[in-house]
């Protein structure tokens, strides 16, 4: 062997030096730097650029803390225009500031813009969930429940054992119920009419909004009655657009059944999931563990599912949760793959995530509905 070489490899110099002899005495101390409020205020004289755009950072998160979001937005535009291309990790944090501030600003369309931004160039699990953090937080500031319910669905199928987006989606559903109610009852609304139009009205056949609201046999025979019809064919012209204000009432039933089916199936699983937590938790940890499942309880009363019912949504919410699984969530590596591949992993639509969560317990209720449906029509 020649030149220090072994196998094909050189040695380092260093490894032939000798070791630098202790010197004795005492060990100098160590010192902490210690940083005064609001050090990031004071001149620092440094010629580096990243650290001046970081401390122009830490005074823009200090204005969005203290609610000063156009003072916010302004140190984060300018640190924006200034950062190198080749700085992706800040230039993610300073979007996402941008956002934020705009949210609070009322610009939400140009903060959804940043989120798209966001989400196309997200490379990992990381980047992915922030921007759906983001997109939450946009969708839920524009009170936009059906696009914040699926945010948070994206989010699950991410991150299926975070008990914490569980407990949103919930708050989600059972703020969308009344929503849809209020929908609903506006659509009722505006289809009534007076007594002196019945005749003329109902000289047109339902449109495909009634035809989805009413029953069959609620439906006139025919497509078309003219005004001259006979009075047999009134009469039955007249009794289906009674029946139009009953047809909504059990739509509105049944709206109002599935989501306090999936609020209560999505507050069982967050509180099993908290449930097998709870022992590894200390502290003000333990004690919001224990507070949620607590408020979780009292939300379960203003249901009306019998014990078999409510036994069943536990047994399908909890069929995936064991602690192994569990144990391989909490430390999952991040993901660092292409915005394909990302896109793959989230479910692709809200009907797809409410069949796989919720399609045994919407199968398992199906004749309760039925017989509601039945009740509305003997009230009627």
């Not at 009075?231 to 049944?254: D, G, H, I």
């Not at 979780?296 to 599912?305: A, L, N």
Request: overall charge negative.
């Amino acid at each position: 062997m020649e030149g220090g070489c072994w196998f094909g490899g050189e040695f380092e110099d260093s490894v032939f030096e000798e070791r630098r002899e202790r010197r004795p005495g005492p060990s100098t101390s160590y010192r902490a730097k210690r940083c005064e409020p609001q050090w990031f205020y004071e001149e620092t004289g440094s010629s580096d650029d990243v650290e001046a755009l970081t401390v122009q950072k830490v005074k823009g998160d200090l204005a969005y803390r203290r609610l000063e979001y156009q003072k916010a937005l302004q140190e984060y535009s300018s640190i924006s225009e200034k950062l190198p291309s080749t700085n992706l990790a800040m230039k993610r944090d300073v979007q996402e500031g941008q956002a934020r501030c705009l949210v609070h600003l009322g610009r939400h369309a140009e903060a959804l813009e940043i989120a798209a931004d966001l989400e196309n160039k997200a490379t990992n699990t990381d980047h992915l969930t922030t921007v759906l953090y983001l997109q939450s937080a946009i969708y839920s500031s524009l009170q936009n429940l059906e696009k914040t319910i699926f945010c948070l669905q994206k989010l699950i199928s991410l991150h299926p054992f975070n008990p914490w987006n569980w407990g949103r989606l919930a708050e989600a559903y059972l703020n969308l119920g009344p929503s849809l109610s209020a929908s609903l009852a506006s659509s009722q609304k505006q289809n009534s009419f007076t007594s002196s139009d019945k005749t003329i009205k109902s000289s047109f056949p339902p449109s495909e909004k009634d035809r989805l609201l009413c029953l069959p046999e609620t439906l006139p025979g025919s497509s078309v009655f003219p005004v001259e019809a006979g009075s047999s064919n009134n009469q039955k012209n007249e009794k289906a657009l009674k029946n139009v204000p009953n047809c909504t009432a059990e739509k509105r039933a049944a709206v109002s059944l599935e989501t306090q089916m999936k609020a209560c199936a999505c507050l069982i699983r967050t509180r099993l999931l908290l449930q097998l937590t709870q022992s590894q938790q200390t502290s003000f940890a333990l004690e919001r563990n224990l507070q949620t499942q607590q408020e979780i309880e009292d939300k379960m009363k203003g249901f009306s599912f019998k014990e078999d019912t409510l036994l069943l949504i536990a047994e399908v919410m909890g069929e995936d949760i064991v602690p192994e699984k569990l144990k391989d969530e909490v430390y999952t590596k991040v993901k660092c793959i292409g915005p394909a591949a990302l896109t793959a992993l989230v479910i692709a639509s809200s009907e797809e995530f409410e069949d796989k969560w919720f399609r045994k317990i919407r199968d398992h209720l199906r004749p309760f509905e039925n017989q509601l449906h039945t009740d509305i029509h003997i009230l009627a």
